[in-house]
C-alpha cells in the first residue's frame, strides 16, 4: 500500500495528513474558527493568510507525527474542489511545489469524496476492520452540501439527489444566527446544545420537499420561515423559546434529511448506507440515522473517529488511495488547478 500525503485548505480548516490505504499514520488540523467566529462566517481574506502562515507547519508536523520523512511519501494528494478559490489556491500550490521538488506524483481529490471515504477510516493498527463493500448510498451533509450519492465502486459517483437552494449545513448556521441574535460561526454545535433543552414540538416548522418524488432537498423555505417566526417575536418570548425553536427546527432539517434517506434506500433497493460532512458531529442525527437504517435492514458507516467529521486531510488521504488502485494520478501537474464548483461526477 502506498503511502500518501495529502492536503486540505478548503474552508477553515488548514490540515495534513499521511495515510496509507484506509489508515490514518497522522492527521493534523489547524482550525481557522476562532480567526471567524468573531464575523458571522468565514472571512476569505483571512482564510488565505492563515492557511498560507500554516501549511508549512502543519505538513511538517504531518509527517513527524507519522514518524515518515518526504522520502518515505510516494504521493501527494490535494483537495482541487469544490470550496472557497482562493483557501484551494494555497493547498494546491504546496502540493504542486513539494511534488515537482521532490519528484512525487500528484493525486487531485474532490473534497466530496474525502468526506464519503471518512466513514471507512482506520486508525494506525487498522481498526475499525469493517468491509467496505459496494454499493453504497453515502449521503453527504456538510456547509455546502447536502446529497446522496451512489457508490458503486472505487471512485465511481452517480449524485441522485442533492439540494436545490441552501444546504443543510448552511441552513443551520443560519438558524443559529437568527435564535441567538450573535454573529455565530459555525452554528451547528450551537443549535445542538440549544435544542437538547428544548421542545421539538413548539414550532411545526415545514418538512421541505418531503412529498416531492425525488431524492432532493431544499432548505431557503425553512429559513426563511424560521426569520419571520423570531420577527414576529417579543425579545421576552425569544428570551424564552431559544431552545424551543433550536429543537424544532434541527428537528425540521433532520426530519427531511431521513425521509430522503429511507426513500432513496428503497427507490434503489441499497441497504449499505455511509454518511460525512460537518453536521454528523451532531449526535442526535448520528442517532437517527443509525434508527432509520437499522430499521430498514441496512448497515451504516459512519466517520469512526470524532476528529474526521469536520474538514481534514486524513479522508482526502483515504480516498486518493483508491485513486491511485486506478493509476488516477494528475497528468500534467502544471495546468491542475483548483475548481471551486467541483461536482462529484
Ligand atoms: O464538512 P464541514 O466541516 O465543512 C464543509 O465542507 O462544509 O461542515 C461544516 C458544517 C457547518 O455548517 C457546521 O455548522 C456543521 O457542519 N456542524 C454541525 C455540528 N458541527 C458542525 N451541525 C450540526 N451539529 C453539529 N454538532
Ligand atoms: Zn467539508
Known amino acids: 500500500m502506498i503511502k500518501i500525503l495529502a492536503i486540505d485548505t ?20 489547524f482550525s481557522q474558527i476562532p480567526i471567524h467566529a468573531q464575523w458571522g462566517g468565514i472571512v476569505p481574506d483571512k482564510a488565505k493568510r492563515a492557511h498560507e502562515e500554516r501549511i508549512s507547519p502543519v505538513i511538517d508536523e504531518a509527517l513527524k507525527k507519522a514518524g ?18 482562493i483557501a484551494l489556491g494555497v493547498g494546491i500550490q504546496k502540493a504542486k511545489e513539494l511534488a515537482h521538488k521532490h519528484n512525487k506524483k500528484l493525486i487531485g481529490v474532490n473534497h466530496l469524496e474525502g468526506h464519503i471515504y471518512s466513514c471507512f477510516a482506520q486508525d494506525a493498527q487498522g481498526q475499525p476492520d469493517s468491509p ?41 448556521d443560519k438558524a443559529a444566527r437568527l435564535i441567538t441574535g450573535d454573529k455565530i460561526y459555525p452554528g451547528g454545535p ?31 423555505g425553512l429559513k426563511t420561515a424560521l ?24 428537528k425540521a432539517v433532520f426530519d427531511s434529511i431521513l425521509i430522503k434517506l429511507k426513500k432513496a434506500m ?35 458507516a459512519l466517520p469512526p473517529f470524532r476528529d474526521i467529521y469536520g474538514d481534514n486531510a486524513a479522508m482526502i488521504g483515504i480516498a486518493a488511495s483508491y485513486h491511485a488502485k486506478k493509476g488516477d494520478f494528475v497528468k500534467d501537474p502544471d495546468s491542475f488547478d483548483r475548481n471551486a ?4 461526477c
Open 132 to 172: 467496505l463493500e459496494y454499493p453504497y448510498l453515502a449521503l453527504l451533509v456538510s456547509g455546502g452540501h447536502t446529497e446522496i450519492v451512489l457508490l458503486d465502486d472505487d471512485v465511481s459517483y452517480t449524485i441522485l439527489g442533492s439540494t436545490r437552494d441552501d444546504a443543510a449545513g448552511e441552513a443551520i
Open 341 to 344: 464548483r467541483a461536482r462529484l
Open 266 to 300: 428503497k427507490k434503489h433497493s441499497i441497504k449499505n448506507v455511509c454518511v460525512g460532512g460537518g453536521v454528523v458531529a451532531n449526535e442526535l442525527l448520528r442517532e437517527r440515522i443509525e434508527e432509520v437504517v437499522k430499521d430498514a435492514g441496512g448497515y451504516v
Open 227 to 250: 426569520l419571520y417566526i423570531v420577527e414576529d417575536m417579543s425579545q421576552e418570548e425569544l428570551d424564552k423559546h431559544r431552545n424551543d425553536l433550536a429543537a424544532s427546527f434541527q
Open 190 to 220: 450551537v443549535i445542538e446544545r440549544l435544542a437538547k433543552d428544548g421542545d421539538p414540538a413548539f414550532m411545526n416548522f415545514p418538512r421541505p420537499m418531503s412529498r416531492d418524488d425525488s431524492l432532493d432537498f431544499s432548505y431557503s
Open 68 to 85: 515518515v520523512t518526504l522520502d518515505d511519501i510516494d504521493a501527494i494528494a490535494v483537495t482541487y474542489g469544490p470550496g472557497l478559490a
Open 10 to 29: 478548503s474552508a477553515d480548516e488548514t490540515s495534513a495528513a499521511v495515510t496509507e490505504g484506509r489508515k490514518i499514520l497522522s492527521n493534523v488540523m
